[in-house]
């Protein structure tokens, strides 16, 4: 508490000596927020995985592609400086309420012009949005120039699903829908040896989109009906499908997986059953699984399912191979 409140009341009016013991316990105040908003902050990003959204994410999902990382980077640059705003103009709201307040200054100045202050005020914002714009320029047209594609694959958004096309792979096409039993989801984890998180309610899907591993892929994007989007969080993908239209975007899959997204276009009662799941695989898994899709593609997926349920037990014979070669040495 303050020491003695009769030196800083006179006729109920605010002192200076109040007003600074106010500032400090206010500042005191917003740094121990400021501290655990970015506690919170920094221990959703430890925890997101890179194919699904968590329950209590606060940031993104861990990025997949080359322009989700840049997306990543040029977020975290802006939030430093609308950080910085808000920092200065609070303290200048704080500094005005508390030197300029009817007790402490009875006296108002009657100025109300200084073109000094006005020059800066105009001119340090133009050169932050400058400072904001060439980033921002430069990340458009790092997504939105197409690199020479080593594999184009065109979705077609359907009311209530997708349609996947390869057309530089025999032509075929085949539909994605949600999974709707925890049957079924466990049942694909089951098959395809994984664990039944990797399938989760309103995301998994019978039929991914399958693509290989540090390729460039274009992605040809449109609808058969209304207004549907193309959104892949991990990747940094966001397309409008457009009936009668051919939106074009591209993604690089760094990490083999599955990454999930969702059609983000209100587009009708069953825009939320409609999910995106992409299947990240190698090389040799997709030449494989392109090979046997052209003739069948249920066919394909199993072959493709068979091959991840060895991949996964090999993966997990050798770890235990590990650990006992671990616990030789150190006995
Ligand atoms: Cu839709």
């Known amino acids: 508490m303050i020491g003695n409140t009769d030196h800083i009341m006179i006729n109920g009016r605010m002192t200076a000596q109040w007003a600074a013991v106010l500032t400090k316990r206010m500042a005191k105040g917003l740094a121990a927020v400021f501290a655990l908003a970015c506690f919170v902050m920094l221990a959703g990003v430890g925890a997101v995985d890179a194919a699904q959204p968590l329950d209590w994410q606060l940031h993104f999902q861990e990025s997949a592609s080359p322009v989700m990382t840049k997306i990543h980077e040029f977020h975290i640059f802006i939030l430093v400086i609308i950080v910085a705003i808000v920092l200065l103009v609070l303290a200048l709201l704080i500094y005005c309420m508390v030197r300029y307040n009817a007790g402490t200054n009875p006296n108002p100045s009657r100025t109300s012009h200084n ?66 039993t925890p ?88 825009h939320a059953y409609m999910p995106i799941a992409i299947r990240v695989v190698t090389d040799e898994q997709f030449d494989a699984w392109v090979t046997a899709a052209a003739d069948d593609v249920e066919e394909a997926n199993r072959l493709l399912a068979g091959m991840l349920k060895s991949e996964r037990q090999l993966a997990s014979v050798s770890q235990v191979g590990d650990d006992a070669t671990r616990a030789d040495s150190t006995e």
């Not at 400072?131 to 009311?159: M, Y």
């Not at 989007?229 to 990490?255: H, Q, S, Y």
Request: net charge negative; hydrophobic share 45%.
């Open 183 to 270: 049957e079924s989801r466990s049942e694909k984890a089951t098959v395809s040896g994984g664990v039944v998180e990797d399938y989760p309610r309103l995301l998994a899907v019978d039929n991914e989109m399958v693509v290989p591993v540090n390729k460039n892929i274009r992605l040809i994007v449109t609808s058969d009906d209304v207004l549907h989007a193309f959104a892949l969080p991990a990747f940094g993908v966001k397309k409008d499908a457009v009936p009668g239209r051919l939106n074009e975007t591209w993604f690089r899959a760094e990490r083999t997986g599955i990454y999930y997204g969702q059609c983000s276009e209100l587009c009708g009662v069953n």
């Open 115 to 180: 073109t000094t202050i006005e020059v800066v005020w105009t001119v340090v914002p133009i050169l932050i949005l400058v400072i904001i714009a060439i980033p921002s320029f430069r990340l458009l047209f790092f997504e939105q120039t197409i690199p020479e594609a080593d594999l184009t694959v065109k979705a077609v958004g359907v009311s209530w699903y997708w349609d996947y096309e390869y057309p530089d792979n025999g032509d075929f096409r085949f539909s994605s829908f949600m999974l709707e």
